[in-house]
């Protein structure tokens, strides 16, 4: 098992939102933002809008993006050739 640290810094930058509001306690509207960012559903309004989720589920798709670059120039290879566990690009 190895994990990625291109997708999982996109994962983390679309949950920074989130995060603060369910450390505050305030779970409604971190399900609200957690939903706005990753399928541009706003809660408030009840529509749809496209700019949510560059909260999200952009910073996920780059980081997704990077990984398969990272695999294709072979970063992946060399970091498990030189024997570093569990983390890939």
Known sequence: MTI????MGGLLAGLE???EALFRGDYSTAMKRLSYGYTGWNAWT???DPRGMQQ??????IGVGVHKLANAFGVNRMLAKSKIPF???
């Open 46 to 48: 009840h529509s749809w």
């Open 17 to 19: 939102q989130p995060a």
């Open 56 to 61: 999200g589920l952009m910073p996920l798709m």
């Open 4 to 7: 990625s640290v291109a997708v």
């Open 87 to 89: 983390l890939r690009v």
